[in-house]
């Protein structure tokens, strides 16, 4: 598209203040018809908090909301969002599990007077939208019953139905497998084609170099430049997202041990006649960062709730550094090397109304250099703090800060910080680098190849196939609860990737799996 696009919104010099913090600070933005916008920026940076002005969801503290050459700002709401034909889809999707595709598709639009609905009437739009569009969806379905690709076309199929023509996307390849995320932007691209004009908030900057037509830089709040299509590289805006130069990928190069660290053998769970869990046996040696793929939902959980002890298994064994630790409890485990760095850091690893401080002894309390006869030894905790605060480069005012007060990367450096600490064996890194930003990214997958590099064991599982390949020796792939494939570093391949996540290819006992 050309510079004289229509323009179809225009966000003048928006500002959003949460009590003392600046969220947005004089941020305009133009979107047209016929093009792909994305904004890229750290976390925190203010992308998220300015599409939720344009959705209705925040009302900006100063600054206007132009929608078709109307300032709208006085009245906007989701509601005006939605009949101004704008429509967008978070980063969590919100449909209704038990509910069908129809019904989360249709319900939406009704009226409290639609006691009776004309479902026939909806179901011939449905399908003649799939058919515009090249859905194929089952819509009597339930959505709970539908692999995560599909669910994102649901929620995409949802603002098409509302007759949106501004399409918003927060972070839309993040949980797609390589296949899945391709066909999506093929998608976008046809959208924009069409005359649609589409927003994508990414931090995969290779997916905004090669959709956007125009990409909006933000940091701190602040729009620091505007990029038309083939005018920067990845190295240029990185650079204006953090305003440093752009630090490469961390690769793991070593070739780790033969020591095995960790022995998982026929790890099972069963729960009501159901296998979430089935016969896991993996060799994690000494050095080694193995990795786990796999579309979310296919067992990734519960192997990590069975290593450290949170879930009961029906069959198998772990041993870690030559011990079995099957009956051990989360404290002991943990004692005898296992560190875990969960997938939700809020519901698993820390407690935002503690200090820093506080979260960082947790589960080593009764240690004896943070505690002598029950009692707390304050002043080697807060000593102990400092420490880790400067070595993990966590960044506060102080060890007395609230951990709930930090951003996102800053509270992961400080779980990162409390389980290396303590010289593990084994470490279980779940999604670490998921929702942080591109230096809190960096930094943590740094930690874990030199924790590997020391001699550690490192159980990677991880949504992100660029982190699996960047930093594993080998891969395993799960699907249905079940390790279906290895690849090795050398022969690392999105294709074979995908459709072993996908069910294809995937062998188990020698048969191999049909597409699920």
Known sequence: MTQTAREIVRLENISKVFG????????????????????????????????NVLYGL??????????????????????????????????????????SVLDNIVMPTLKWTDFAPDWNGHRARLAELSETFGFDLPIEKLVDELPVGQRQQVEILKMLYEDAKVLILDEPTAVLTPQQADRLLEMLV???????????????????LELADEISVLRLGRKVAEVRKGDGTISDIARMMVAQDYVPATTRLSTPGKTPIAELSGLTIETDGVRTLDNISLEIRQGEVLGVAGVAGNGQNELADALLG????????????????????????????????????????????????????L?????AKFSRYGILREREIQEYCRGCMSEFDVRAPGPETKIGSLSGGNQQKAVIARELSAGP???VAHEPSRGLDFAATAYVRGRLVQSAEDGAGVLLLSSDLDELMELSNRVVVMFSGRIVGEIQSGDYSPERFGRLMAGLDAKVDGDTLQDA
């Open 20 to 51: 003392s913090l600046t969220a947005l600070d004089d941020v305009s933005v133009t979107l047209r018809a016929g093009e792909i916008h994305a904004l890229v920026g750290e976390n925190g940076a203010g992308k998220s908090t300015l599409m």
């Open 58 to 99: 925040l009302t900006p503290t100063s600054g206007r909301i132009v929608v078709g050459g109307e300032d709208v700002t006085a009245n906007w709401n989701t509601r005006e969002a939605i009949a101004h034909r704008i429509g967008m889809i978070h980063q969590h999707f919100s449909l209704v599990g038990a509910h």
């Open 190 to 208: 046809k959208f924009r084609d069409m005359g649609y004009a589409v927003v994508i908030i990414t931090h995969k900057l290779e997916h905004a």
């Open 310 to 361: 949170l879930r009961p298994l029906s069959e198998g064994r772990i041993v870690v550094g030559g011990e079995d630790i099957t009956r051990h409890s989360i404290g002991a485990r943990r004692k005898h090397g296992l560190a875990i760095v969960p997938e939700d850091r809020h519901e698993r690893a820390m407690v935002g109304d503690l200090d820093l401080a506080q979260n960082m002894i």
């Open 363 to 367: 589960g080593y309390e009764g240690e």
């Open 425 to 427: 064996k084994l470490i």
